[in-house]
């Protein structure tokens, strides 16, 4: 058969997905005798359609994919669906339909659709997380906490959305708004469910060291900030005239004498009693209820315009014995530390604007060396190291030093102790919505809140219900499911209705895969032995935080729990996040109408060149815009290189890449087979060690061009013919990865047995690297001055740096400004200096 000199895409395509479907090209099994590699991209939400960034996504991942299966890994490679969640459930209300039935048909659509782009899935484990046999599993996890304390009931403000009818993590919550409608996020008190994430908190934070090689350093730093660790001490300050006393947070007790008032937050336990009674109370409670309402963040931020209300109580300094009023100030959080501030006005700036504002005392005790600090004359407060004055015994200490003692001190004297605080909070996993995981548990008149029975796994969320108009959940008014009977004493009890966070589910998708048909237990131990860690994980980065602190947290609780291998400490051993897929320089979206749909651009040009454009615009961490020229581009040079082989099919052999190994007969040979190794060694870096896809398509398409320059010399004797086939069946194996189905069928065409599927990735051979040497002379200023050896065919650039590099060259121009430099390529370079 012979190639149409048209390039076809759309039949051939298809025709190949199918071949690699019925041959199970991408399946793979647990093979102690191989390699693997474990690669996966963050799965998607399944709304409907995919979108031109899950294409980007899923098309970064399968060059990936391709590559190390060429090179020998058993890849396991899978996909699946984030299938619970709100907008499912906003949808379906929006449609008419239910969640599931909504979840199920996009997942279906979406499934076909990532078919047709040829990505190299391993099917058989696709998972999707609102299927029973998935979150079952979770709630298991879920048992195991609560019996060992990693999950608890707290009743607490929440970030509380009035537009999604649900709390919201903080984490969830972008600027005071709801991350997924952008409505103004509420305070309301509500007793939720927690992940004692916190109780991670320490190896959270050190083994982000251990990501240092494979993640990119700016997601390191996003969880490192979000950790927030901070070391300090506790320190008491007794109440004046009554019981009680008042445990600050600080990470300057070198500061203590500096304390002139204290600050406790509004919604601090001890407030009510303070400000009983007093005659301006209402006044006091105006401020509380305005500050309870305020954004956290907003209370957070350096430019809050700062607040406060006196209490009219006092508490005691635990060195000097003196008297501190208690204030109620809008920047302290109640639920950092203790909740209290000890404020030291003249050495922390938010203290200083408090102090100003309301003409409390500023008190100096750390100084900078050799010079007096006058409170009256501060503009700022001073906040850099110095040395400890009107500090009792420890005047005089460097205030590090200071620190250090006035702890020891206070710990003698029963005063306070060294601590570590953490901004990370627990994690609140209760969402009052329908569309996700029940969470196991049931309330008992007689026994409290009782776990389900492991056995009793899992807690089917009820199909049969009515979504509500308004969003609220329908399974509170679900008899069926609230009434059940007590596990402990057999009595009438109700079932939890709130259900799961759906980061709960994508916490430990990945470990899933690894065993996804597994009915008897969550994982197959001896799969994820083999499998985990992921060796690269790809998505967006707006995950920096969420999704992946909570797998990060999962993993080591799985472990903890013996689901996970011992060492297993971290999920993703390399992590790539890439950039958007933008239009006119902004963002996709429905709302502003700039979609470029990908079925319809696979309808034009089919999915190799689409594939190929998103690898190809751009490196993959990085934004680029969508461009009709840049695709009409990629679809030429498909077009082209399957032109080219059509037009040579008659002198090509089939025989495999990179391996024309005689010895050279002709300079233009040699030149082809240098271009040919060359390019291998780079595309093979720029793939598996820089993630450089557009770079690797740029080599290739150059070597393209050698083969076009020299095509008819070669075709005109049996060695060049062999060079020719060699370089093309190279081309074909490198582009494999990108535009798999075009490759495939060319392939074929050419007359090979087996399939490039089954193809090993080209090896470049150090031989065929080397370059003939050809001494070049050098001039300065017109005079010979020396030689210099270079290999042959090297650039004006190499020239120039050699000649200048050259010992008794320098010594000629040593004291000169180089004026100019000449070259003729291959024969002689002239250095113009004076
Ligand atoms: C006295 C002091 C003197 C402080 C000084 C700072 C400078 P990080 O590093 O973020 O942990 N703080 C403690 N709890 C707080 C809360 N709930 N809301 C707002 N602020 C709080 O910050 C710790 C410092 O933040 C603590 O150290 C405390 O002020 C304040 F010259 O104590 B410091
Ligand atoms: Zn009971």
């Known amino acids: 058969m012979a190639l149409s000199s048209r390039y076809d895409p759309h039949a051939l395509e298809e025709k190949w997905q199918k071949i690699w479907a019925e041959k199970g090209s991408f399946d793979c099994?647990?093979?102690?005798?191989?390699?693997?590699?474990?690669?996966?991209?963050?799965?998607?939400?399944?709304?409907?359609?995919?979108?031109?960034?899950?294409?980007?996504?899923?098309?970064?991942?399968?060059?990936?994919?391709?590559?190390?299966?060429?090179?020998?890994?058993?890849v396991l490679h899978p996909i699946g669906w984030d299938a619970f969640g709100l907008p499912a459930e906003n949808a379906a209300i929006k449609h008419g339909t239910h969640p599931a039935k909504w979840t199920y048909s996009n997942i279906d659509n979406m499934r076909v659709q990532l078919q047709r782009m040829g990505y190299s899935y391993d099917w058989r484990r696709e998972v999707a997380t609102c299927r029973p046999e998935y979150y079952r599993w979770e709630q298991e996890f879920f048992l195991k906490c609560l019996e060992k304390g990693l999950v608890y009931r707290k009743k607490a403000p929440q970030n509380w959305c009035p537009s999604c009818h649900t709390v919201l993590a903080n984490e969830q919550v972008v600027d005071g708004r709801c991350w997924r409608c952008d409505s103004v996020v509420e305070q309301k008190d509500l007793t939720q469910w927690f992940f004692r994430i916190t109780a991670y908190a320490d190896e959270l934070l050190a083994d982000l060291e251990k990501l240092e090689k494979g993640w990119p350093s700016r997601v390191l730093t996003m969880q490192h900030n979000w950790i927030g660790r901070s070391t300090g001490a506790e320190i008491v300050f007794p109440l004046e005239g009554r019981e009680g006393e008042i445990k600050v947070f600080s990470t300057r007790a070198d500061t203590v004498f500096g304390v002139t008032f204290m600050t406790l937050a509004p919604e601090h336990p001890l407030v009510e009693s303070l400000i009983a009674g007093r005659e301006n109370e209402a006044e006091i409670r105006a401020f509380i209820e305005r500050t309870r309402n305020m954004d956290r963040l907003d209370r957070q931020s350096e430019t809050l315009e700062k607040d406060g209300v006196f209490t009219g109580a006092y508490c005691l300094n635990p060195f000097t014995g003196h008297r501190i009023p208690i204030w109620l100030g809008n920047f302290v959080l109640a639920d950092y530390g203790t909740g209290a501030v000890m404020a030291v006005p003249a050495h922390d700036q938010r203290d200083f604007d408090f102090a100003h504002k309301f003409g409390i005392d500023i008190k100096v005790v750390v100084s900078p060396e050799g010079q007096e600090l006058v409170p009256s004359e501060m503009t700022e407060a001073f906040v850099d190291a110095g040395v400890l004055v009107n500090s009792g015994e420890f005047t005089g200490m460097p205030n590090e030093e200071g620190r250090a003692a006035i702890i020891s001190k206070l710990e003698e004297m029963g005063k306070g102790r060294a601590t570590v605080n953490y901004r990370l909070r627990d994690w609140n996993i209760s969402r009052q919505r329908y569309w996700g995981a029940p969470i196991p548990v049931v309330y008992c008149e007689k026994c409290g809140v009782q776990p389900v029975k492991i056995e009793d796994l899992p807690v089917r969320l009820p199909l049969d219900v009515k979504t509500c108009e308004d969003g609220r959940s329908p399974l509170p008014d679900t008899p069926s499911f609230v009434e059940t009977v007590c596990p402990c004493c057999g009595g009438p009890a109700r079932r939890e209705t709130d259900t799961m966070d759906t980061f709960v589910e994508s916490s430990w998708y990945f470990a899933r895969y690894t065993s996804a048909r597994k009915d008897d237990a969550p994982f197959d131990m001896e799969a994820l032995r083999y499998w985990m860690p992921v060796d690269q994980y790809i998505g967006g980065v707006e995950h920096a935080i969420l999704h992946l602190l909570y797998s990060r947290f999962f993993t080591k609780m799985l472990r903890d729990f013996g689901y996970f291998p011992a060492d297993m400490d971290e999920p993703f051993k390399n992590l790539l996040t890439q950039g958007m897929v933008l239009?006119?320089?902004?963002?996709?979206?429905?709302?502003?109408?700039?979609i470029v749909d990908p079925d319809a651009m696979v309808k034009k040009y089919g999915a190799d060149t689409v594939r190929l454009f998103c690898l190809f615009a751009a490196p993959p961490e990085r934004d680029f815009d969508w461009s009709d020229s840049g695709i009409e581009g990629s679809y030429r040079f498909v077009s082209r290189v399957w032109r080219m082989f059509a037009e040579m099919q008659s002198v090509l052999k089939p025989v495999l890449p990179c391996s024309d190994l005689t010895p050279a007969a002709s300079d233009a040979i040699r030149a082809l087979r240098l271009s040919e190794h060359a390019t291998v060694k780079k595309v093979g870096e720029d793939i598996a060690e820089r993630n450089q896809f557009n770079t690797a398509i740029a080599a290739i398409m150059e070597l393209v061009n050698a083969v076009n320059q020299y095509r008819e010399e070669l075709s005109a004797?049996?060695?060049?013919?062999?060079?020719?086939?060699?370089?093309?069946?190279?081309?074909?194996?490198?582009?494999?990865?990108?535009?798999?189905?075009?490759?495939?069928?060319?392939?074929q065409e050419l007359g090979h047995a087996d399939a490039l599927d089954d193809v090993s990735w080209p090896a470049w051979s150090e031989e065929a690297l080397k370059r003939d040497v050809v001494t070049v002379v050098v001039q300065v200023n017109g005079k010979l001055r020396g030689k210099v050896e270079v290999p042959a065919g090297s650039s004006r650039e190499e020239l120039e740096k050699a000649a200048l590099a050259e010992r008794s060259i320098q010594n000629h121009i040593a004291g000169k400004t180089v004026r100019k430099v000449v070259v003729v390529p291959g024969k002689l370079v002239n250095i113009v200096a004076g």
């Open 29 to 74: 099994e647990v093979d102690p005798s191989r390699p693997k590699y474990f690669l996966m991209e963050m799965f998607p939400y399944p709304s409907g359609n995919i979108h031109m960034g899950h294409v980007r996504n899923y098309s970064i991942g399968d060059v990936m994919a391709r590559f190390r299966r060429m090179q020998g890994y058993n």
């Open 583 to 594: 239009l006119g320089g902004s963002k996709m979206s429905k709302s502003k109408g700039n």
């Open 717 to 747: 004797t049996e060695e060049g013919r062999n060079a020719l086939s060699s370089a093309m069946a190279t081309v074909l194996a490198m582009l494999f990865p990108f535009t798999p189905h075009m490759c495939e069928e060319v392939w």
